[in-house]
């Protein structure tokens, strides 16, 4: 059984800065990727970043610049710097792992999701 826990979200002005972080627990065997996505109201839930365990990334344009994605194999956690945060970027932000588990295929795990609000 595994579990991806967020934490770091919160209300932060706009031009502000947050740092959330998710781990992931249980009985993994390696990670392929980890990442986060983001969600808002009446919107479909799309990549922020993502990130191998290699260290290759992936953003999206409206990120690009502004956040960094990081990962600590040796925690099983993956970690999103966002700086110059804006309105837009409110939503519920969701940490997702394609982990490996002893003897099984690679697999797509779901946070519960990180609510992250902007606003003056």
């Known amino acids: 059984q595994v579990q991806l826990v967020e934490s770091g979200g919160g209300l932060v002005q706009p031009g502000g800065s947050l740092r959330l972080s998710c781990t992931a627990s249980?009985?993994?065997?390696?990670?392929?990727?980890m990442g986060w996505y983001r969600q808002a109201p009446g919107m479909e839930r799309d990549l922020v970043a993502s990130?191998?365990?290699?260290?290759?990334?992936d953003y999206a344009d409206s990120v690009k610049g502004r956040f960094t994605i990081t990962i600590d194999n040796a925690k099983n956690t993956v970690y999103l710097q966002m700086n110059n945060l804006k309105p837009e970027d409110t939503a519920v932000y969701y940490c997702?792992?394609?982990?490996?588990?002893?003897?099984?295929?690679?697999?797509?795990?779901w946070g519960q999701g990180t609510q992250v609000t902007v606003s003056s």
């Open positions: 997702n792992g394609r982990l490996v588990l002893l003897l099984k295929r690679p697999y797509e795990y």
């Open positions: 249980g009985s993994i065997f390696s990670i392929n990727a």
């Open positions: 990130i191998t365990s290699g260290g290759n990334t």
